[in-house]
């Protein structure tokens, strides 16, 4: 939740690319995805990297920003997840009475 919450005010993320993370956040693009690996040092130093990335540059600190504000509005806000359980009755209703019912 913690993504969502810094996605929807406007904060890019470095987040590990673990779980459903990916399917959240486009490396690049909402923020920066670092690998899982045995090497904590490694994984550290990747998340201090992209940190002082996005530190050091305000352009893309604020493009990434905008990018995950809309992102998790259209797709993570209580108003993208009503339309999509919308279309979801929609389609089981259209189903129902293309069958003739249950």
């Known amino acids: ?26 490396d690049g693009v909402q923020g920066y995805l670092v690998g899982r690996g045995p090497d904590r040092q490694g994984v550290a130093a990747a998340f201090a ?4 990335a996005l530190l050091g540059d305000r352009e893309t600190r604020e493009r ?17 997840a009503a339309r999509r359980t919308l279309r979801f009755y929609e389609r089981v209703l259209a189903a129902r009475s293309e069958t003739g019912g249950w």
């Open 1 to 26: 939740m913690s993504v969502l919450e810094a996605m929807s005010m406007g904060l890019p993320v470095v987040a590990t690319a673990v779980g459903g993370i990916p399917e959240v956040i486009d």
């Open 49 to 52: 990297d992209r940190l002082d």
């Open 64 to 80: 990434m920003g905008a990018a995950a504000r809309r992102r998790a509005a259209a797709r993570f806000s209580p108003a993208a």
